[in-house]
């Protein structure tokens, strides 16, 4: 347009862009996740962890919208006014909460299946203790941010980096404490540790990236103040927590059977309940009354017919082993 400066925004709104185009990719992949998870769990997973699947899909949805439009008002309804691409428009302010609701809920639900592997409540209370200050910082920034209508002031606003470098902690906490519980429950059969290191890896996997992004997201932001290429990383991130969650609740078949395919073998002189057989004992033949309990947690509650319970009389030395009392047994819901 004749008279008006040209301004190269190149890495500013060029990288913001390209983080758009990123995200566009990963929310695809999102929506496959989603519909293989329902597809394949809607008759099995409770309705509390169904919900909670369609919540945190649909806010991701919710904020690709944003950062859609964002783009589209700076860079094609505004094209050519330059003042414009100094405002800190509202789809743009509204995107950080969205992000904020999204990274949050997911790390809240690795928070709790920390508890669930270590059954103590440092590691999560210190996971949620992260995650509520960086969300904490990230709304406040958001109105901050309304109020100054301008982006000028958002790189010298201490919020902006209690946000980014708390997500990136929350993940390191996640990653690191699923890895240590899950170490703890080594039992020395070859073969369960093998799967138990499987869960390790997607434990690593499911923070690896996030934090990734959430490092090179906060480093971006305080030596390149003057563009956005943090923006990129921030937008991608979110995206990320979402693949990561429907990653883990996709894979339970997965591992399920390599359990069932462990078991099948009999691995490591492993003895199984399943193979123990009716019958009667005397009154003086049993010796000793040994009751095994079966629990299945699941996300978000449990079903009261995921209880088995089994008693069985050890006579001496040699002697079979025989179930007097059984109940029914269901298969598990979740890994």
Known sequence: MPGQPIVDIRNSFGAAFVGLIISTM?????MAQTWFYFWNYRNRD???????VAFVTFMDALHM?????????YLILNFGNVESLMDSMWAMNLQVILSVIVGSSVQFYYARR???????????ILIVVVVVVGSGAGLYLT?????????????????????????ALADGLVAASMCWSLYRRRTGF??????????????????????ILGITATICFIILPTNMVWLAFSWAMSKCYVNSLLAMLNS???????????????PDNAYHLSSMRVGKLSASEAAVCVSVHRSTTLDYGRNKSDHDEATFEVTKP???????????QTPESSA
């Open 252 to 266: 339970r078949d997965y591992i399920r059977d390599r359990r069932d395919q462990s078991d099948s073998g009999n």
């Open 114 to 124: 920390v508890y669930i592997l270590s059954r103590s409540i440092i590691l999560p």
């Open 26 to 30: 990963l929310f695809g992949w999102t």
């Open 190 to 211: 070859a073969k369960t540790d093998s799967i138990i290191l499987t869960l390790m890896a997607y434990s690593i996997n499911s923070g690896l990236l996030t934090g």
């Open 65 to 73: 919208i944003m950062c859609t439009y964002a783009i589209y008002w």
């Open 318 to 328: 040699n002697a079979t082993i025989v179930p007097l009392k059984s109940k029914a």
């Open 46 to 52: 409770s309705k509390q962890l169904k919900f909670f």
């Open 143 to 167: 109105a901050r941010a309304f109020a100054l209508k301008r982006f000028s002031g958002v790189h010298t606003f201490w919020p902006s980096y209690i946000t980014l470098g708390a997500v």
